[in-house]
């Protein structure tokens, strides 16, 4: 059975084992936006240290009980690019469109109600509206201008269309890390959305939501920067 190595990228380590992302998460190591350098490199660089061997022996561990219960990893790298576009579409831009409208409605009560008590929630509303405009708009982008050209360039590989596909993937590698810094600051802020003492339950449905926001954006842009984005080479 295979066994991720600190060698491995944190980017080739989730594209196997898409679970690892939580250890990545706990451990706050980035393996989307800047997941494409080995771990150790990674973990080299954190000023917070991190026990890699640790790790990477928990990731395995997991992954082993995953293999054993009966689950089959998914090769990205034979999954066609319009197969990849049309699963994103339906796992990350369908949650968003159906998310945001109702997620804004919850930041803001919450806002709205005990931001004179908890002043961080002034913050966390101005950064989850910035959040939701800038992925409405990068959506909108990629389903117009974008993901059209990886089917083109499936049935006519041109240099012409390679060229385009690369330089709107330069702009939204841009709005990847742009989101994914407001998603950072969401969760300093909310301590990892920890309820404060006495929380209602609109406070902890919308913690919960944020959370879960977190999660399908960091799957998201992973599987565009290092899937979509390098399946055209």
């Given at each position: ?7 491995d990228?944190p980017?080739?380590?989730v ?5 690892a992302?939580d ?5 706050k190591?980035d ?6 350098q ?10 917070k240290?991190i026990?890699?061997q640790?790790?990477?022996s ?12 009966g689950n ?11 197969e990849?576009?049309?699963y994103v579409?339906?796992?990350h831009?369908?949650?968003?469109t ?12 919450i806002y709205?109600?005990h931001?004179?008590h908890h ?6 509303f101005?950064y989850?509206h ?7 708009s990068?959506m909108?982008e ?22 385009r596909i ?7 590698i841009?709005?990847h ?6 998603i ?14 006495g929380?209602?339950?609109s ?30 080479s």
């Amino acid at each position: 059975m295979r066994e991720f190595q600190l060698t491995d990228t944190p980017a080739d380590i989730v594209k196997v084992y898409p679970k690892a992302s939580d250890f990545f998460k706990k451990a706050k190591v980035d393996f989307c936006c800047g997941g494409d350098q080995p771990l150790q490199t990674i973990i080299d660089k954190k000023k917070k240290p991190i026990d890699g061997q640790q790790l990477i022996s928990s990731i395995n561990e997991s992954y082993q009980k995953w293999k054993e219960a009966g689950n089959k990893e998914v090769n990205w790298d034979e999954v066609s690019p319009s197969e990849v576009v049309n699963y994103v579409l339906e796992n990350h831009h369908h949650y968003l469109t159906e998310e945001l409208t109702p997620l804004s409605q919850f930041v803001t009560k919450i806002y709205r109600v005990h931001g004179t008590h908890h002043p961080h929630l002034e913050e966390l509303f101005k950064y989850f509206h910035q959040y939701k405009m800038e992925m409405e708009s990068h959506m909108i982008e990629e389903e117009r201008d974008l993901f059209p050209l990886f089917e083109q360039y499936e049935k006519n590989p041109t240099e012409q269309l390679k060229n385009r596909i690369f330089n709107l993937n330069e702009t939204m590698i841009k709005d990847h890390e742009y989101v994914g810094e407001l998603i950072q600051k969401m969760n300093e802020l909310t301590n990892n959305y920890t309820l404060p003492e006495g929380a209602c339950n609109s406070y902890r449905i919308t913690y919960e939501r944020l959370s879960e926001l977190e999660q399908n954006t960091y799957q998201h842009i992973h599987l565009e920067n290092n899937v979509l984005f390098k399946s055209v080479s």
